[in-house]
């Protein structure tokens, strides 16, 4: 029962932390280029692991799909499945849980760091929302940043396979890119951002939210890193279910228009 | 206008302190002694507007303070300068020349020139300490709050330091509050020396009075005796700093 209720304590406090957050005037003269350093850098940070991830992801799928549709003569297809297979549902997860690895950890350790030695309230002592300032360029920097890199590596992940599906098993790559739109369409891609977008709150509003009331010294900036990261993935994968239900529901009501 | 405390009280698992009145008048110097763990940070934080009251209410007018913590809370990431540009541009929207004009100022004033473009940990503690209450003095503040402004400071810095703020106030006519430990200090800075033990604020006598008075607490306090009312568990782990 205690866990119970602790875990949905933890849920509450992180709802009121991002609803504090959404209801924070965004105010341009003051949040524009925070938001935009912030988005060049976690994309520029996280790019390398993302394309890394996003070439192999797209070849372990060639393999996979291809063993199924070889039985069935039916390899013209592995194009557009294996781009829909990384648009709805690898692709967001695996972004999201590298960005949790990387920029979610650094996020809660900066924070929780600020909070500890008081220069978050020494902030507020000078009339500064530290919400305003220190929380709302991380946490759109980190939801766009998710959204970018999945684009990118959208795109690396089609050429890697490609690539991977014309040397180990022949499909010109004409071939492959041809069946992308029959299995993608905007709906796809919609719903792929949205999961993404999804996560990319997840994973910004954890690690705000635990750096930002962290507290009792380096053990509790060690503390809010490590809950941090757990919760994240915690609710990530939990998230996964409830997008991908609401996502069918979405595209069973829309018939037709589902990728 | 000055400060006014009535019924205040803090509660983390347990009352730190209930009940406290105080109050300040305008241009008045306060301070604040006593053991340590007593709730004298707590309680400038509160004054401050950075903790709540769980009982009773704290007025101060208008909230244009400037603060010093008690481990300065220096920004890290930012350089000597950009610790003084900062506040500045928060707090009354000055940037470009003009910002970098006034900090210069600021820091000869506390003796941190040629500093500029180092970052917090690369200074010593005094010069920390004093980044800290140049950073507290550029928003042009009517009210200061000083957290332990000497603490581990050696004397002579911590004299340079007591001067400067003394000097800084009587220009400005600044109300303060500060805390200290350091009893000289206490005399040098304060119209009025309250000592905060066991949850309550006693004395508030001049530095003379202070010197003479037969308040146990205070006496025992200034003259580091060990016997007397503030016990081994009032003065926590060798006592006051
Ligand atoms: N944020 C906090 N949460 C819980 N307890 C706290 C917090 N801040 C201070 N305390 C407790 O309040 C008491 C007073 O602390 P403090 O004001 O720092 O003492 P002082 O400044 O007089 O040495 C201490 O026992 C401390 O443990
Ligand atoms: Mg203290």
Known sequence: MKVVSAILNDVGGLALFVKDVFQTGFRTEKNVKPILDQIVDVTTRSFTTVAFAGVFVGAILVLQFSLILAKYDAQTFLGGLNTSAVVREVGPLIISFLLAGKVGAFTAAELGTMRVTEQIDAIECLGTNPIQYLILPRFIGIVASSLILLMMSLMISILGSMMVASVTYGIYPEQFLGSIPRFVSFGTLAAGMFKSAVYGIIVAGVACYKGYTASGGARGVGRAVTQAAILTNLYIVIANFLTGQFLDVLSALSKGNAG | ?241
């Not at chain 2, 805390?179 to 530095?207: C, E, K, M, W």
């Not at chain 2, 306090?221 to 003065?235: C, D, H, R, S, Y």
Request: charged content about 25%; aromatic content about 4%; glycine content about 10%.
């Open chain 2, 1 to 241: 206008m000055g400060i006014t405390l009535s019924g205040v009280g803090k509660k983390f698992d347990r009352w730190i302190f209930r009940s406290l009145n105080l109050s300040v008048a305008d241009g008045e110097s306060v301070v604040i002694i006593g053991p340590s763990g007593q709730g004298k940070s707590v309680l400038l934080k509160m004054i401050a507007g950075l903790l709540p009251c769980d009982e009773g209410q704290i007025q101060v007018p208008a909230h244009h303070l400037g603060m010093l913590f008690q481990k300065n809370a220096l920004f890290d990431s930012l350089t000597v300068r950009e610790n003084l540009t900062f506040p500045l541009r928060e707090r009354l929207g000055i940037r470009g020349e003009k910002a970098e004009a006034l900090s210069k100022e600021m820091l000869s004033a506390v003796g941190l020139s040629g500093s500029e473009n180092l970052y917090p940990d690369e200074i010593s503690g005094g010069m920390q300490k004093r980044l800290g209450i140049a950073r507290a003095l550029i928003v042009d503040p009517e009210i200061l709050i000083f957290d332990e402004p000497t603490a581990g400071l050696d004397p002579i810095t911590s004299k340079k330091i007591a001067d400067l703020i003394r000097s800084l106030k009587a220009k400005k006519k600044l109300t303060s509050v500060t805390v200290t430990n350091d009893v000289h200090r206490a005399y040098q800075l304060g119209d009025r020396i309250f000592l905060l033990s066991q949850g309550r604020l006693l004395g508030g006598l001049s530095p003379e009075q202070t010197q003479k008075t037969e308040i146990p607490e205070i006496r025992q306090f200034i003259l580091g005796l060990k016997q007397g009312p503030l016990t081994e568990a009032t003065v926590e782990s060798g006592g006051p700093e």
